[in-house]
């Protein structure tokens, strides 16, 4: 028992082999020191290597679709599940451990976030910034690549009931791809909405205390239910698209992104591992 | 536009700060056909005198600058009399309301009346607020939300307000120019930055880790000299492209430091404020980036406008 719980912290040897190639390939990529937003890469790899063993073993996390990766900046955009934001956390590993050249993803975070002690300072030297489009667009003029969740707070705050149901997207993050002409990269996380499989959000107390979310969960640690992230091909900008273009066509670019990504966790559904509490695909 | 080369004589408002004694020796040193003359309220008997650069003390009233303008006729006028809001105490608020706002007004309808052809404002970046929402590369046209928490920081705001306002509205009679710099620092600059920087066992919050861009005074000087010299009619931010952590600033200059939370920082700071000038929106500052655009002025004078990144610049404070 205790071996196994040890085995969870810990990399077997070709993992640590695995882990100092890429620890390498990210000194070469990116230059040692701070970035204006704060992304430290020296305490990046420190963070990672906490993480790693976590997204290996704990949550035993698997990509598909890694093919459709090319060493160019994308606007990673994914469905956001879990009750915290564990799935961006476990995203960001991938890009980096996962799919080689290995990148930081720059996660696009809630305004609360940037005021959290602790955290925010924490979170920003692993690349996440806040969720302003001055910073995704100046990001993305520099050639990094951006992860967002336009379902926002809505789509990770989900009641039992509605897990895998996606929230509506904002516009947002389509007219800064736009902009920049950034390519979008579709992403499906499946298993992290069983983080915390039994959820209930009192919406009305939530707003009267105006916090962001109140989950009453029947867990507040989070499960090691096994994530699957599905990549999909990455959708280019139309031509005649900007970032100034009306609402109609934005919206009808931000509704085939949805679809996309929707399909995406349908099939991720169906190829899911066997886990006791999983809300949809095979219970163990 | 009007460049150095036409100018006969220049007015520095403040000229006993350190960046406007340097200012002013460049200008001297470059242009040595250019009279400057400075004025400050403080004792000007120190200041190193040169052949083209004559001093006065002069205390900032209204009918001592109207005297000053009757009886000297500038072609160029820098105010960098800003006077700080390092305290917090109503006595200087009063002061600061007076000099910044009245003073700054009235100097500017001086300008415009003498005819003066171009007038360089010294700004500073804090008008943008050090708040957690802030974009990274704040640029020009930002809100300015300095006040929105800390009223005492009002009078830097409308400062910059009345500056940019009457600049939009007499661009055709007079060139003007806005500058907004990051924190200066430098041997000769004895701001709150500088002071806290270089203090040892002074809190530095361990919850929170902002960036900062610092430029050196001596690039600065340099900076305001290419603005009178090339850069048009307009309000820009000043920083070096490069940034740096608190921490890291902290440790590359290896000033022993106390980590502590904010909360606590807060509540220190009340105590501080008791023996030491200790400005209360400093805390925000140290706890949440304020980092700016340098791309408008970049446009005017160049890429490489900065002879010291952020590491070369603490190095050179620790020289001090």
Same mark, same amino acid.
């Given at each position: 028992?205790l071996?196994k719980?040890?085995?969870?912290?810990?990399?077997?040897?070709?993992e640590?082999?695995?882990?100092?190639?890429i620890e390498?390939a990210?000194?070469?990529?990116?230059?040692?020191?701070?970035?204006?937003?704060?992304?430290?890469?020296?305490k990046?790899?420190n963070?990672?290597?906490k993480?790693?063993?976590?997204?290996k073993h704990?949550?035993?996390?698997?990509v598909?679709?890694?093919?459709?990766v090319?060493?160019?900046?994308?606007?990673?955009?994914?469905?956001?599940?879990?009750?915290?934001?564990?799935?961006?956390?476990?995203?960001?590993t $991938?890009?980096?451990?996962?799919i080689?050249?290995p990148?930081?993803?720059?996660?696009?975070v809630?305004?609360f976030f940037? $005021?959290?002690?602790?955290?925010?300072?924490?979170?920003?030297?692993?690349?996440?910034?806040?969720g302003?489009?001055?910073?995704?667009?100046?990001?993305?003029?520099?050639?990094q690549?951006?992860?967002v969740?336009?379902?926002?707070v809505?789509?990770?705050?989900?009641?039992t009931?509605?897990?895998?149901?996606?929230?509506?997207f904002?516009?947002?993050f389509?007219?800064?791809?736009?902009?920049?002409?950034?390519?979008?990269?579709?992403i499906?996380?499946?298993?992290?909405?069983e983080?915390?499989?039994y959820v209930?959000?009192?919406?009305i107390?939530?707003?009267?205390?105006?916090l962001? $979310?109140?989950?009453?969960?029947?867990?507040?640690f989070?499960?090691?239910s096994?994530?699957?992230?599905?990549?999909?091909?990455p959708?280019?900008?139309?031509e005649g698209?900007d970032?100034?273009?009306?609402d109609?066509d934005?919206?009808?670019?931000?509704?085939k992104?949805?679809?996309?990504?929707?399909?995406?966790?349908?099939?991720?559904i169906?190829?899911r591992r066997?886990?006791?509490?999983?809300?949809?695909?095979?219970?163990? | 536009? !009007?460049?150095?080369?036409?100018?006969?004589?220049?007015?520095?408002?403040?000229?006993?700060?350190?960046?406007?004694?340097l200012?002013?020796?460049l200008?001297?040193?470059?242009?040595?056909?250019?009279?400057?003359?400075?004025?400050?309220?403080?004792?000007?008997?120190?200041?190193?005198?040169?052949?083209n650069?004559?001093?006065q003390?002069?205390k900032?009233?209204?009918?001592?600058?109207?005297?000053l303008?009757r009886?000297?006729?500038?072609?160029m006028?820098?105010?960098l009399g800003?006077?700080?809001?390092?305290?917090?105490?109503?006595?200087s608020l009063?002061?600061?309301?007076?000099?910044?706002l009245?003073?700054?007004?009235?100097?500017l309808e001086?300008?415009?009346?003498?005819?003066?052809?171009?007038v360089?404002i010294?700004s500073?970046?804090?008008?943008?607020?050090?708040?957690?929402?802030?974009?990274?590369f !704040?640029?020009?046209?930002?809100?300015?939300?300095?006040?929105?928490?800390?009223p005492e920081?009002?009078?830097?705001?409308?400062?910059?307000?009345i500056?940019?306002?009457?600049?939009?509205k007499?661009?055709?009679q007079?060139?003007?120019?806005?500058l907004?710099?990051?924190?200066? !620092?430098?041997?000769?600059?004895?701001?709150t930055?500088?002071q806290y920087?270089?203090t040892?066992?002074?809190?530095?919050?361990?919850?929170?880790n902002?960036?900062?861009?610092?430029?050196?005074e001596f690039d600065m000087a340099?900076? !305001?000299?290419k603005?009178?010299?090339?850069? &048009?009619?307009?309000?820009?931010?000043?920083?070096?492209?490069?940034?740096?952590?608190l921490?890291d600033?902290?440790?590359?200059l290896?000033?022993?430091?106390?980590?502590?939370p904010?909360?606590?920082?807060?509540?220190?700071?009340k105590?501080?404020?008791?023996?030491?000038?200790?400005?209360?929106?400093?805390?925000?500052?140290?706890?949440?980036?304020?980092?700016?655009?340098?791309?408008?002025?970049k446009?005017?004078?160049?890429?490489?406008?900065?002879?010291?990144? &952020?590491k070369?610049t603490?190095?050179?404070?620790?020289?001090?």
């Amino acid at each position: 028992m205790l071996d196994k719980l040890t085995g969870i912290f810990t990399l077997s040897e070709s993992e640590k082999k695995k882990f100092k190639k890429i620890e390498e390939a990210l000194l070469e990529r990116y230059p040692v020191g701070e970035d204006p937003w704060g992304l430290n890469v020296n305490k990046a790899r420190n963070s990672l290597k906490k993480i790693y063993p976590i997204y290996k073993h704990y949550f035993k996390v698997r990509v598909f679709g890694k093919e459709n990766v090319q060493d160019r900046p994308y606007m990673v955009t994914s469905n956001h599940t879990g009750q915290i934001a564990i799935d961006g956390m476990l995203l960001s590993t $991938a890009f980096v451990m996962d799919i080689f050249p290995p990148r930081i993803l720059r996660p696009m975070v809630e305004r609360f976030f940037t $005021a959290l002690p602790f955290i925010a300072p924490w979170a920003a030297e692993g690349g996440s910034v806040l969720g302003d489009r001055t910073n995704a667009l100046n990001l993305l003029k520099k050639g990094q690549s951006v992860m967002v969740f336009p379902e926002g707070v809505k789509g990770i705050a989900k009641s039992t009931p509605d897990y895998y149901k996606m929230k509506p997207f904002t516009r947002g993050f389509y007219r800064m791809c736009a902009a920049t002409k950034t390519e979008i990269l579709p992403i499906a996380i499946v298993g992290a909405e069983e983080f915390f499989p039994y959820v209930y959000h009192p919406r009305i107390i939530q707003k009267a205390l105006g916090l962001p $979310a109140l989950p009453l969960s029947l867990n507040y640690f989070p499960l090691p239910s096994p994530v699957d992230i599905h990549i999909g091909e990455p959708i280019k900008i139309p031509e005649g698209l900007d970032q100034d273009s009306p609402d109609k066509d934005i919206d009808e670019q931000v509704f085939k992104i949805e679809k996309v990504i929707k399909d995406l966790i349908d099939e991720g559904i169906k190829m899911r591992r066997p886990f006791f509490a999983n809300q949809k695909g095979p219970k163990k | 536009m !009007i460049s150095l080369k036409d100018v006969k004589s220049i007015l520095i408002i403040g000229a006993g700060g350190g960046l406007a004694k340097l200012t002013a020796s460049l200008i001297a040193q470059k242009f040595p056909e250019i009279s400057i003359h400075g004025v400050d309220p403080r004792d000007t008997d120190f200041l190193v005198r040169k052949e083209n650069i004559k001093y006065q003390r002069m205390k900032y009233t209204r009918g001592n600058f109207e005297r000053l303008f009757r009886e000297k006729s500038f072609d160029m006028v820098l105010h960098l009399g800003r006077l700080s809001h390092a305290q917090s105490d109503q006595a200087s608020l009063s002061k600061r309301l007076d000099l910044n706002l009245m003073g700054t007004s009235k100097i500017l309808e001086l300008c415009l009346k003498q005819q003066v052809k171009k007038v360089l404002i010294m700004s500073t970046y804090h008008v943008y607020g050090a708040l957690h929402d802030n974009p990274v590369f !704040i640029p020009e046209d930002y809100p300015l939300k300095a006040s929105i928490k800390y009223p005492e920081l009002r009078d830097v705001v409308e400062m910059d307000q009345i500056a940019t306002n009457w600049m939009w509205k007499n661009q055709n009679q007079i060139e003007t120019i806005v500058l907004r710099p990051c924190s200066i !620092i430098g041997p000769q600059i004895k701001n709150t930055m500088s002071q806290y920087l270089t203090t040892p066992y002074v809190p530095v919050p361990i919850d929170f880790n902002p960036m900062f861009q610092f430029i050196h005074e001596f690039d600065m000087a340099k900076v !305001i000299i290419k603005c009178l010299d090339r850069v &048009p009619t307009g309000i820009f931010n000043v920083a070096p492209d490069e940034v740096i952590s608190l921490r890291d600033a902290k440790d590359h200059l290896g000033v022993p430091y106390l980590p502590a939370p904010i909360f606590i920082l807060e509540q220190a700071a009340k105590i501080v404020k008791m023996a030491w000038s200790f400005p209360d929106y400093f805390i925000n500052y140290i706890k949440y980036s304020c980092i700016i655009d340098n791309s408008e002025l970049k446009k005017h004078i160049g890429e490489e406008f900065c002879r010291f990144g &952020p590491k070369e610049t603490l190095e050179l404070l620790k020289l001090d």
